[in-house]
């Protein structure tokens, strides 16, 4: 390959993206995605934080972009849009069948989203489950040709959200939607939860050598104040258990458990997602 010249000059890192973790509230992540002058936001519950690395980094916000509904999402859309009301605001897309303010473009399954600055094209997915019209934002290439998701609280790190407003069929639903997309995605979740989620999951799955592989590894990175995230979907394949609701050593697990026979995935799943909501 030759190196090809940038032909506006711009910027030696012309092309790169850059894909931050703004930490927010007790566990949320709010992730930027920049090309090193303008930068998009997903999920931000809260504007400080934002604003703070924004000006730390000399970024200029061009959009958001919520999953749903929840406040630790978009708690701080408002006083986004306040402190650019002047330049006419920034487009905010969301999802449309869910009740959120200050929406101005209302997406669904399917519908492509197309940000100028930074120039990224993502494709909407439906994932009912944690809330009833939550969405998740599926960028197919950056400039390298890595594939990356936004999921809110749908997939995370070695689990998967609360059933809030959907059924275990709806979420299994969704979860293979997004376990169809390409294995070398790169999941960029809202929460750094994977601690917990490890735990739960190495009571579900204790002899899976690439979870307890990666229970050391995150926690090592948690104990130099390092995100978990992003993860990948092959990783995910390998160690969440909400992946894995077709494994056979899960349902023998689950049997022992409940002292109930495990019908087939979607029953594991419920099964699973009902222990996790009491697991300590
Ligand atoms: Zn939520
Ligand atoms: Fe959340």
């Known amino acids: 390959m ?12 012309q092309g790169a993206l850059e894909y931050v973790p703004v930490p927010a509230f007790e566990d949320n992540y709010i992730w930027l995605v920049s090309d090193g002058r303008d930068a998009v936001v997903v ?25 749903h509904h929840h406040q630790d999402h978009v708690g701080g859309v408002k006083a986004l849009l306040d402190r650019r009301s002047a330049e006419g605001g920034v487009p905010v897309y969301g999802p449309a069948s869910e009740r959120i303010e200050h929406l101005t473009q209302r997406l669904s399954g399917g519908d492509p989203v197309n940000i100028a600055h930074p120039a990224l094209a993502f494709s909407v997915i439906d994932v009912p489950g944690h809330t ?17 998701l936004f999921c809110g609280d749908t997939l995370f790190a070695s689990g998967c959200g609360r059933l809030f407003e959907g059924t275990p069929q709806q979420m299994l639903a969704s979860l293979d939607a997004l376990a169809a997309l390409p294995d070398t995605t790169q999941v960029h979740c809202a929460h750094e939860y994977t601690l917990s989620n490890i735990r739960f999951a190495r009571a579900v799955e204790p ?37 894995r609701a077709d494994v056979p050593a899960i349902h023998t697990r689950l049997e022992e458990q409940f002292g109930a026979p ?5 029953e594991a799943f419920r099964m699973m997602r009902g222990w996790k909501d009491k697991f300590r």
């Open 132 to 148: 009833a019209g939550h969405i998740a934002y599926f960028q197919a290439a950056d400039p390298h040709g890595t594939p990356h």
């Open 262 to 266: 495990v019908a087939d995935r979607l």
């Open 207 to 243: 002899d899976n050598d690439a979870l307890s592989r990666w229970d050391a590894a995150a926690q090592a990175l948690r104990v130099s104040g390092k995100p978990t995230l992003p993860t990948t979907l092959a990783h995910e394949k390998a160690v969440n258990p909400f992946l």
């Open 43 to 67: 999920d931000p519950g809260d504007a400080a934080p934002v604003e703070a690395y924004l000006a730390k980094r000399g970024w200029r916000l061009t959009a958001i972009l919520l999953t």
């Open 2 to 13: 030759i190196a090809m010249e940038s032909l506006d000059g711009s910027s030696p890192a």
